[in-house]
Each structure stands twice: as structure tokens, then as C-alpha cells.
Nanobody, 122 residues
Framework: QVQLVESGGGLVQAGGSLRLSCAASGRTFGRYAMGWFRQAPGKERDFIAA????????IYADSVKGRFTISRDNAENTVYLQMHSLKPEDTAVYYC???????????????WGQGTQVTVSS
């Protein structure tokens, strides 16, 4: 497992942008697929995006396609989520996760960060 720490959350107006970062510990970061999920109050944790170990493959939830971009820098042990055209319904706690295969299910990932709050005002 790896330890993950998210950052970059905050308050932004609708239509604005934010970039989230997730820093991973350890020298095995490059072996892991990485994902981003989010959880709004009273709702389940939902998949947003994932990227393969080498960045060659990405998958996105329909709700964020064309607005969010996932990327990674294996030299820096960091995965990013660039978010544009933010909407109030994007408000949630955002979590990054690491797993051994690229997927979109919670069970595809076995290491999780503590989350970072993103609030989009209307």
C-alpha cells in the first residue's frame, strides 16, 4: 500500500477551475493505477477518473468528461485532477486512491487518502 495526501481543494465560483494534487509516499508509486472519487454529504462515494500506471490509459465518469483531466507525474509521485467549468453539483470531498489495475469501482483501489473539500458556489 501507499500513503496518499490530497491538496488543492477550496471554494470556487461556478464556472471556475481548480487543480487537485495527490502526493504518494514510497518508491512503488509507478506500479499503481490511480483514481479520483468524490463524496457529497449523504451520498455514496462516486468514481470520477482513473489513470493507468504509465499514464497511457484514462477513464472518466460521464458527469466530468470534457471538464476534468487526470494526469500523473511518476517522477514526483503525484497524481493531479484538473477541473474546469465547475458546477455547484461538483461540491464534495474528493479522494484519491491507488490500486493495482485501472478501474472505476471502489474495490479496484485499496489505498485511500483523507480527502480534500471542494465547494462550488452558484
Amino acid at each position: 500500500q501507499v500513503q496518499l495526501v490530497e491538496s488543492g481543494g477550496g471554494l470556487v465560483q461556478a464556472g471556475g477551475s481548480l487543480r487537485l494534487s495527490c502526493a504518494a509516499s514510497g518508491r512503488t508509486f509507478g506500479r499503481y493505477a490511480m483514481g479520483w472519487f468524490r463524496q457529497a454529504p449523504g451520498k455514496e462515494r462516486d468514481f470520477i477518473a482513473a489513470i493507468s500506471w504509465n499514464g497511457g490509459g484514462t477513464i472518466y465518469a460521464d458527469s466530468v468528461k470534457g471538464r476534468f483531466t487526470i494526469s500523473r507525474d511518476n517522477a514526483e509521485n503525484t497524481v493531479y485532477l484538473q477541473m474546469h467549468s465547475l458546477k455547484p453539483e461538483d461540491t464534495a470531498v474528493y479522494y484519491c486512491a491507488a490500486g493495482l489495475r485501472l478501474g472505476s469501482r471502489l474495490t479496484d483501489f485499496d489505498s485511500w487518502g483523507q480527502g480534500t473539500q471542494v465547494t462550488v458556489s452558484s
